[in-house]
């Protein structure tokens, strides 16, 4: 079994090369499914949440409310790590016995998308690394296209590893300032690579 990560910045497109790869028989496992799993209504990670953040967290039903939360997290590096060392050890278990579940499966590739792979130093454990990058004011565009200021768009930005960093540790690079075509055609030049070697 060939364990692959994709990773990539905020709003470089993650998400599109992954579903791309799914579409062309590679299966593939979201980190950031697992870590809202991780913190899902009644879950040991939700109170953790809460014993750390407190109640104002949380919506009016009682459920994480991620908008709250990310308003502290990428302003406060400490709360973002606290953070983290709440939900990435559930979101590392999940992935790790997602990949044992596949030995012996066709096809012998499968990509975890993680976006945090480098900042938690993690890509040691794969044997490859895919990078999603595009330029970094498209980054700042495509963050506000889901509602949030610019200045927080920003701190989003800035609270990952800056994109070139990742590009340059990256086994294999996806651009995707072009049309989803062109992101399209790498993502199947990247698959020939990985299923033929």
């Known amino acids: 079994m060939k364990r692959v990560a994709l990773t990539g910045g905020i709003a470089t497109g993650k998400s599109h090369v992954r579903a791309e ?7 593939t496992i979201d980190a950031d499914k697992l870590a809202r799993d991780a913190v899902a209504e009644g879950s040991p990670g939700l109170k953790a949440v809460i014993d750390r953040f407190g109640f104002d967290v949380l919506d009016a039903t009682g459920a994480l409310d991620r ?3 990310g308003s502290i997290v ?24 997602w990949f044992e579940s596949r030995r012996g499966r066709q096809p012998h590739v ?25 330029d970094p004011s498209t980054q700042i565009t495509r963050v506000m296209a889901r509602g949030v200021s610019e200045a927080e768009a ?13 590009v ?27 299923v033929n070697s």
């Open 21 to 27: 790869f799914e579409r062309l028989g590679v299966p």
């Open 67 to 69: 908008r709250k939360l």
């Open 74 to 97: 990428f302003q406060d590096p400490a709360a973002r790590r606290d953070l983290e060392d709440i939900i990435h050890p559930a979101v590392r278990r999940a992935i790790d016995d």
């Open 110 to 134: 499968a990509i975890a998308d993680i976006p945090l792979l480098f900042e938690t130093h993690r890509q040691r454990e794969f044997d490859a690394v895919i990078v999603t990058a595009c």
């Open 154 to 166: 920003r701190a989003r930005v800035a609270a990952q590893l800056p994109i070139e960093e990742k």
């Open 168 to 194: 340059g540790q990256a086994d294999h690079v996806i651009t995707t300032d072009g049309s989803f075509e062109e992101t399209n055609r790498q993502v199947r030049g990247v698959y020939e690579l990985l």
